[in-house]
């Protein structure tokens, strides 16, 4: 492998571990309401979403606030040593993707019968220091300026 790519499979390797993410899957909330949530706390610090999403009186804020406690769980796992206090932690990307539903069937007048869909969904929570994006600009102009 050439020095170049070498580099740039350092940098993306020191990327990834400021990166960290939780999924949940087959959520039994339908999507459109789990965005509703998922919108308020997109680019929040995590501290921050923590308490939006503690107060929030919808159902779908307590199944985000565990998985972002599952995705803060992570972070601390793949950054041994590292405070969590230090850092600035915030909520990078999340995603609600519709997943399986549930059919039923429900009785309607004159013998016929309606079927009712019970949606669900799939979450993508992805968190990302603050700090590292100016580093790795501040290195990247470095490298340029030493050509």
């Not at 339908?30 to 308020?40: C, E, N, Q, T």
């Not at 565990?66 to 950054?79: D, F, P, T, V």
Request: glycine share 4%; hydrophobic share 35%.
């Amino acid at each position: 492998m050439g020095s170049r790519k070498h580099n740039k499979a350092e940098q993306t390797k020191e990327a990834k571990k400021q990166v960290s993410f939780a999924k949940l899957n087959n959520c039994p909330t339908s999507p459109r309401k789990m965005r509703l949530v998922a919108d308020m706390i997109r680019g929040m610090n995590v501290e921050q979403a923590l308490h939006v999403l503690k107060h929030s009186p919808q159902d779908a804020s307590g199944r985000l606030h565990k998985l972002l406690l599952s995705a803060l769980a992570n972070w601390q796992a793949k950054n041994e040593g590292t405070r969590m206090e230090d850092t600035a932690l915030f909520v990078k990307e999340v995603g609600v993707d519709g997943a399986r539903s549930l059919k039923r069937i429900r009785t309607a007048p004159q013998g016929r019968a309606h079927r009712i869909r019970k949606r669900s969904n799939h979450v993508t929570l992805v968190i990302d220091n603050r700090n590292a994006k100016i580093t790795e600009k501040e290195t990247a102009n470095q490298v340029t300026k030493t050509k």
